[in-house]
């Protein structure tokens, strides 16, 4: 079993940045491929960003304003969001699957989540 927690959401003006985590315990992070979904209200969950060792995946619309890191040695993944939009505002959920992928039913293990809200 793994769970994550997630943290570091919050309220941004457009073109701020927010760094959000999502510590882990039960297991060690490096043996899974962690993603980063996000869903709003009335929209389902999509992708952001994943990452397995150094391999990285992004949501074209994220693509230049996040990136998604790992500390191991923290059993910690970070999510650097820079250049928010109001559109980007959702909850923001971590997830850990034994692969890399985009797809959210590949994910095993899922966080409860943190708002993130950009104003305009």
């Known amino acids: 079993q793994v769970q994550l927690v997630e943290s570091g959401g919050g309220l941004v003006q457009a073109g701020g940045s927010l760094r959000l985590s999502c510590a882990a315990s039960?297991?060690?992070?490096?043996?899974?491929?962690m993603g980063w979904f996000r869903q709003a209200p009335g929209k389902e969950r999509e992708f952001v960003a994943a990452?397995?060792?150094?391999?990285?995946l992004y949501q074209n619309s994220v693509k230049g304003r996040f990136t998604i890191s790992r500390d191991n040695a923290k059993n910690t993944v970070y999510l650097e969001m820079n250049s928010l939009k109001p559109e980007d505002t959702a909850v923001y959920l971590c997830?850990?699957?034994?692969?890399?992928?985009?797809?959210?039913?590949?994910?095993?293990?899922w966080g409860q989540g943190t708002q993130v809200t950009v104003s305009s």
């Open positions: 997830a850990a699957a034994s692969i890399i992928t985009k797809l959210a039913d590949r994910y095993d293990y």
């Open positions: 990452i397995y060792d150094e391999l990285t």
């Open positions: 039960g297991r060690t992070l490096s043996n899974y491929g």
